[in-house]
């Protein structure tokens, strides 16, 4: 998929707006978009910008922040354990319209691990909230590096 920063979304305009500069924007046909976010701090907070203000204007209110809390948890967890380039995508798929699919890529090839915390951990709760809040999630490997995913109902 080309980058095409000339033909930005919704998104990509909110994010170039940010403290931190995206990457590059990648706009493909039909209700899918992508980003790729430098590994710095700031592309947590850019991330979560970018995913809540592109499911509003697909009229997705209601996901909004469920997303970018789950989408700020692993990118955090690609920061923690990954170098390179962290890549957010969104995938509405045409039929069912049902389902919205969001997926998290770094360059790392290790698939992360669901770990309990114990009450006291200050981190290592961001799978347990992803697997309890989604309708499924996974990991796929990549050419380079891997893929953590999950699925949202959308509301009828």
Do not use: C, Y
Not at 31 to 53: H, I, K, L, M, N
Not at 141 to 155: I, M
Request: proline share 10%.
């Amino acid at each position: 998929m080309p980058i095409n920063p000339t033909k930005p979304d919704s998104a990509g305009l909110a994010a170039r707006g940010s403290d931190w500069e995206v990457i590059g924007v990648i706009d493909t046909e039909g209700d899918t978009v992508e980003w790729t976010f430098p590994a710095e701090p700031g592309a947590v907070r850019t991330a979560r910008t970018a995913v809540r203000d592109q499911l509003r204007g697909w009229g997705l209110d209601g996901l909004a922040d469920l997303a970018a809390l789950l989408v700020s948890e692993l990118v955090t967890n690609s920061l923690r354990h990954a170098t390179g380039p962290i890549g957010v995508r969104l995938v509405r798929p045409p039929e069912p319209r049902d389902t919205l699919r969001v997926e998290v890529s770094d360059p790392l090839p290790d698939p992360p691990r669901e770990r309990a915390a114990s009450p006291d951990d200050e981190s290592g709760r961001g799978l347990q909230l992803v697997a309890g809040s989604s309708r499924s999630w996974g990991t796929r490997p990549g050419d380079n590096g891997k893929t953590v995913w999950f699925e949202l109902a959308v509301p009828g």
